[in-house]
């Protein structure tokens, strides 16, 4: 599957002319929901059933700076789906193939009320497409 593609805004850069390490946590949102969308569950689709999937854990590697109009290839995978919760990974490089930045995310899946939402029985489609991707479950 092709990368998310970023570029890099100049509001997004510091004083030092480098990216706001806190873009890249941004960035890891728009690459999800892309990535999501490209499997069939964009994020409307999951809004009308009432399910969503906030942040519980995030974790971040940051291995080299990006710049104004830097082209940022994010490619994201799912690491693990319980059908509770779920582990993205997520590993963004610039077009000369740089690796910028490593990171993980962890969402739990909640519907009307906040209540858990459990996939496998609640939402098998979305249950069997995360554990198709997933690497371990």
Request: net charge negative.
């Amino acid at each position: 599957m092709e990368p998310y593609i970023h570029t890099v805004q100049y509001y997004e850069t510091d004083r030092m002319g480098i990216t706001h390490h806190s873009n890249y946590i941004r960035w890891m949102e728009e690459a999800r929901v892309d990535y999501l969308a490209r499997h069939g569950w964009h994020l409307a689709r999951l809004e009308e059933l009432g399910v969503v999937s906030p942040v519980t854990e995030v974790e971040c590697q940051y291995r080299n700076t990006t710049t104004f109009a830097d082209a940022i290839a994010i490619r994201v995978s799912v690491v693990r789906c319980t059908g509770v919760r779920m582990t993205l990974r997520y590993e963004m490089e610039k077009a000369d193939g740089t690796l910028v930045f490593t990171g993980k995310s962890e969402h739990c899946f909640l519907g009307q009320g906040g209540r858990i939402v459990r996939l496998k029985k609640e939402y098998p489609e979305l249950y069997e497409t995360l554990m198709g991707l997933a690497e371990e479950s």
